[in-house]
């Protein structure tokens, strides 16, 4: 089995501040990584996601994240954020053992002030 | 590219009648589809995934009588929520895959269903 979780419920900010959303998963077998952002009443796009390779992935948005195996995490950063920004952010794990079903966290919500 | 889409993307019902959402991939063909639902300030949780042609299968928990899904091309799924409750209003999220591999999920933009 396969779990997310993503410890911070709400995350406010001020505009043009770094951000770190935490993200640590729990699987026992190799997993793909993934960090979707949710407006208010849209579907989900993606962010950006590790399949394999580097771990430190860059996405769209100026987002990135570093996948860290010895401490099964997936940390999304932004060095400075934009009102724009604010939004629910989901990290999600999916594994080819499982069917690559995606396995999602509570979510994020990131508040950007002014 | 890779664009999903739902139809409709809000639908208010009464007690009792039943509601089809359609979900289409636009330029793409997708082996896979998956549905989702979300209820309010909560995350995604699976219902079930459905291959072309083939019956879809269902999470544990969800009651496959009650939600019918039809994945008749490779661009078109359907969840048919049959005698709909109060309890079934949410957020209703489909996403299609184009193959099998690790490939990521497109996402349409969710149906908004009320239930009366």
């Known amino acids: 089995a396969q779990s997310v979780t993503q410890l911070d419920s709400q995350v406010p900010v001020f505009e043009e501040a770094p951000v770190e959303l935490r993200c640590n998963y729990s699987?026992?077998?190799?997993?793909?990584l993934f960090w979707y952002v949710q407006y208010p009443n849209q579907g989900l796009q993606l962010l950006l996601k590790y399949l394999s390779g580097s771990t430190l992935v860059k996405g769209i948005n100026g987002f990135e994240a570093e996948f860290n195996k010895s401490q099964t995490s997936f940390h999304l950063r932004k060095p400075s954020v934009h009102i724009s920004d604010t939004a629910e952010y989901f990290c999600?794990?999916?594994?080819?053992?499982?069917?690559?079903?995606?396995?999602f966290g509570a979510g994020t919500i990131l508040r950007v002030k002014s | 590219g890779a664009v999903v889409s739902q139809h409709p993307s809000r639908v208010i019902c009464k007690s009792g009648t039943s509601v089809k959402i359609e979900c289409r991939s636009l330029?793409?063909?997708?082996?896979?589809m998956f549905w989702y639902r979300q209820f309010p300030k909560q995350s995604l949780m699976l219902m079930a995934t459905?291959?072309?042609?083939?019956?879809?299968?269902?999470e544990q928990g969800v009651e496959k009588d009650k939600f019918l899904i039809n994945h008749a091309s490779l661009t078109l799924s359907t969840l048919t929520v049959t005698s709909a409750h109060p309890e079934d209003s949410s957020f209703y999220i489909c996403?299609?895959?184009?193959?099998?591999?690790?490939?990521?999920?497109?996402f349409g933009p969710g149906t908004r269903l009320l239930v009366l």
């Open positions: 999600a794990v999916s594994a080819l053992e499982y069917g690559n079903k995606l396995v």
């Open positions: 699987s026992s077998v190799s997993v793909y």
């Open positions: 330029d793409f063909q997708a082996t896979t």
């Open positions: 459905s291959n072309e042609g083939s019956k879809a299968t269902y």
């Open positions: 996403s299609a895959a184009p193959g099998q591999g690790p490939e990521t999920q497109y």
